[in-house]
């Protein structure tokens, strides 16, 4: 069945509040709902109520306390003749044990948990299961109190009693009105960590994190993360936290990262738990900004919701764009402007795997996407980044104090409302009435509903009789699945120009002083600008700075030109980008069947940064890192992904041996200084000198690999420690097995880094043709789990999506067992096997031995009779497109 953006209509009744009571039980939890309902102004009088239901058994329906009649349909019921204003009272059986898919009440660990976007709520009572619903909620928790000692949902704590036979009762009543799928209960054995914070506003807020009993040790960091979030949305858009207390749940069985539920959010262990011995750099920064994100969807998702599953980019693109912010925000003040950079190429390589390679595939839609089978394929990189891109855009065309205007205008418009994205580009517009934004918003729209990756193509004149230079701008827009012939969209083009001694160049345009750094803003399909006043002999033009806008530039920049950008650009972000390109040119060439080949200008242009003190460490990892095997493998027609692993491993290899002494120089000069610590800086230093360390392990030199075998064992963090034993396993050094075994014994008892051990060796370079065979061990392994997310991710994902040159085999047997996983994890949990169903998104691409076997899997899954609704969208989409 296909829900249609064009199909909809406004809910015929509001449910203006709700008294749920809880009756928990793992085997048999009875869920009792009070709702006072009221035909809405403007409906017909004999519009029908329809309500949701999904997986659960109806015990009792009244209206107005008497047995009605009512029709059911599949997962629907459908009450008529209904009086304008009543009480409707519905009590439903559901199995919390044996909900293996997550969505809806399900037990993790011995304890009630809950998730509800998009469609759970179904799952645990009849109702109208849409965000345009909004309602009070007032809920009873009862529950076997030793069992279950810990009672939350959302908003404040009204009374906690004592019951008999062992039982108690928690009652919870938020005072906000809310959609339904912002409602959340936990029950459980928990601990939690918590603190009091007086906000800017002078009120003071109650905050907890909560978790399983041994785990409180890991919980500062999400603490920390937590208040940062709370100051930085009150400086930076004036918005506090509204709630007395505010509440973070970790759970272990999650679908996917965190769930911003109105008071008590849940969230993925991953995203909570850290502690220097467990926990990563990058695991540091991941729980900074999701707690950041859940946190400020308080206001762009809760306050302000979406008014159909169409618009979730209205929530989703808004907050992400409001993480990244926060997040850029924090590593500039810690470590300057060249921090921010660091952050903000950090999210662009994310945008351009993920989500480019999205735009280009089957599954490609906008934005705001038109139609779904399935809602939860459409939590996606196009979705969240490419809409975060979007907002970029708009702030970038009304400057960062327009945006705060716009943000304003927002809430004052909409605050307790559902409403669309319309809604919000109209409301930046018109709070900035002058802006480029306001003047072409039919055309800037378009990045709401046009699919497909704009490219654009740039070329540049010099003409020193006139002194000017002229660059003209064309923008074309590929035809993606459903879409064709698309409308010019408005791209900002953030550019400078330098000079041939690398200076930056006035800007003069229209007569007019530009400085040295401007956005042009293309509206038309092609568009010419002349700058003025050029007395250069060469210009080299700086395009897209700070990645401006998410296209893909085409400008045929001779290597030069990148060896200048490299050098001199004040952008460090196209300084980067300079780096990426030379990179990526001299790996294509060699996938192409040339030998590969390192010039001198090259590497001495990756020696000048490796030795240049003035940069961040941080950025110096993030240049010397070579483009991913799935972004490399999307700039080519045709696609051997073991041919573009081989080409990417002999370009590692080559810059091992030829900047060897650079290696050994960062290994020796990035000692640590002190004791671990997550800040920036020293995590840049980390990151730098294991980079130095995995290139050092590439010589193969067996001292060395003593060395880093050492490491494993004696390293004072988790970052250094796996970084070390990700070395071994990346060169397939005799030394890995011993250090997996030590690295496993030690950690058995920690879930989240036994997921990092399963994945390290899944998504390992296949040396020996036998990397599928151990990837079925693993799964052997008695901690191997389907059911959990986080387990089966670290295997099956790690091999299927993050290991192309291991998983894609001329004999098609990557593709057979990314088949019969599929199947198996759909009988389980159809969201998690949707997503692994998406690893073959790019068949189409790739060469014709793969692409036989490719189809033949992909026909294999779409001939099984029972499959999801989930996990048939992406099949069938990839066999149509
Ligand atoms: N709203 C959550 C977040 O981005 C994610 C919910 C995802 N739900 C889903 N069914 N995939 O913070
Ligand atoms: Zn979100």
Redesign the pocket.
Known sequence: RITRLTDYTPPAYAIDSVHLRFDLDPAKTRVHSRMAVRRVAGAAESAALVLDGEDITLLTLKVNGEFVAFRQETDKLVLDKLPEAFTLEIETLNVPQANTQL?GLYMSGGAFFT?C??E?FRRITYWPDRPDVMSRFHVTLRADKAAYPVLLSNGNLVSHTDLDGGRHEAVWDDPFPKPCYLFALVAGNLVCREQTVRAASGKTHLLQVYVRAGDLDKTEHAMESLIKSIAWDEQRFGLSLDLDRFMIVAVSDF??????NKGLNIFNTKYVLANPATATDADYDGIES?VG??YF?NWT?NRITCRDWFQLSL??GL?VFRDQEFSQDLAAAAGGESARAVKRIEDVRVLRTAQFSEDAGPMAHPVRPEQYQA??NF?TATV?EKGAEVVRMMQTLVGRAGFRKGMDLYFQRFDGQAVTCDDFAQAMADANPQSPLAQHLVAFKRWYSQAGTPHLHASGSLDPASRTYTLTLRQTLPDTPGQSDKQPQVIPVAMGLLGPDGAALPLWLDGQDKGSDTVLVLTETEQTFTFGNIDAAAVTPSLLRRFSAPVILDYAYPDADLLHLLAHDADPFNRWEAAQRLTLARVLAAVRGDELQLDPAYLDALRAVLRDPKLDPAFKELLLTPPGESYIAEQLDEVDPPRIHRARQALRTALAHELADDWQALWDSLTPQGGYSPDFASAGRRALRNLAQAHLCELGQTSWLGRVYQRVKDADNMTDRFAALAALVQVGAELAKPALERFAAQFAGEALVMDKWFALQASSPDHDGRQLDRVRALMQHPAFSLQNPNRARSVLFAYCQANPGAFHRADGAGYAFWAEQVQALDAINP?VAARLARALDRWRKLAPVYRDAAQQALRSVADSAMLSSDTREIIERALAN
Request: charged residues 25%.
């Open positions: 969505a998730q976007e998009a759970g679908n996917m990262g965190a769930m911003e999701v994100h859940e969807h998702g929530k989703e907050t809602i939860d939590y969240y969201q």
